[in-house]
């Protein structure tokens, strides 16, 4: 073997140490993660398939995600569940945009409360100097800790993840197909809803683009046509109503679902288009994104392998 072939696999190896499979790294931590939410609470995952490989040794990333586990655990009392999910990156192809080397996988650890909950010895708040050790250790892997308020007393842990190079792909990430509708547009014209339901989205892996007006909605379906798979739009519009606005939208959106999202009660809005759906204001990010899953599944395509 020549001296540069043995570099290149010496390379290859020391890259494949310091990878891992992020879907297999929960799986292989289901036991531990079930006794850190200890017996007052069940534990529910979910597991993206359009996860790709993370540029995070596996023992690194067990830590990280049992730390993410032991600090969501404190919040939540008797009866209530764990849930961990795991999300791929879907925006790479919008502007504007991180660069290739700054997409993120995510990890995405919340305490879940069933009806009244009976309070538990030992439950508390997050701890600050636990949350601030871990933002340390993710900076420290090239990633990123963020804390996405769902409610007025839950919050959502998210561990973004840089992705692993992807061999013979001149280091491409996964990046979502152009043409399958991949995209959530909200169109809402209050700054503070506009601004806290898009973090939100975001922060579970949806690519989100804003609009407040008719003029800046119709901007985006036009730029961005089938790529629209949802749109979101409040029904009260600065001089438009949102049914007549999505009514336009969806000549250039043609694959897109809706979702009217309004203060007024079911029976105010009245009749909806087929298929449409509707979340009354306010709403929790558990019920937005409750809805937003079963309307807008996640499709990625990872850089084809080119043998040789």
Do not use: W
């Amino acid at each position: 073997m020549s001296s540069v072939a043995l570099a290149s696999r010496l390379h290859s190896a020391q890259l494949e140490d310091n990878c891992s499979d992020l879907n297999q790294v929960v799986a292989r931590a289901v036991q531990s993660i079930s006794r850190v939410a200890g017996h007052y609470a069940s534990v529910q995952f979910a597991l993206s398939p359009n996860v790709a490989r993370v540029a995070v040794p596996a023992p690194e990333l067990e830590k990280v995600l049992i730390a993410l586990c032991t600090e969501a655990s404190l919040r939540i009392h008797s009866g209530g569940r764990l849930i961990v999910e795991t999300r791929g990156m879907n925006d790479a192809h919008l502007a504007p945009l991180p660069a290739p080397a700054e997409a993120r996988a995510r990890v995405i650890v919340r305490g879940e409360q069933h009806g009244r909950p009976e309070p538990r010895s030992g439950a508390r708040s997050y701890s600050g100097e636990g949350l601030s050790e871990l933002e340390q250790v993710l900076e420290r892997l090239g990633g990123q800790l963020e804390l996405v308020p769902l409610s007025e007393h839950d919050i959502a842990l998210v561990a973004h993840l840089p992705y692993a190079p992807t061999p013979n792909s001149s280091g491409r990430m996964a990046i979502a197909l152009p043409h399958v509708a991949c995209v959530i547009l909200l169109i809402e014209d209050e700054p503070q809803v506009q601004a806290v339901t898009a973090r939100i989205l975001r922060s579970f892996g949806y690519s989100v683009l804003t609009a407040h007006n008719e003029r800046s909605a119709l901007a985006h379906a036009q730029q961005h046509g089938s790529a629209i798979g949802l749109v979101v739009s409040d029904l009260v519009l600065p001089g438009v109503s949102g049914k007549d606005l999505v009514r336009r939208l969806l000549t250039p959106c043609e694959h897109a679902r809706v979702l009217y999202i309004s203060g007024y009660s079911p029976e105010h809005v009245g009749s909806l288009a087929d298929g449409a759906c509707f979340l009354r204001k306010p709403f929790t990010a558990q019920e937005l994104l409750a809805m937003v899953r079963e309307l807008l599944p996640i499709v990625v395509q990872r850089p084809a392998h080119h043998p040789g």
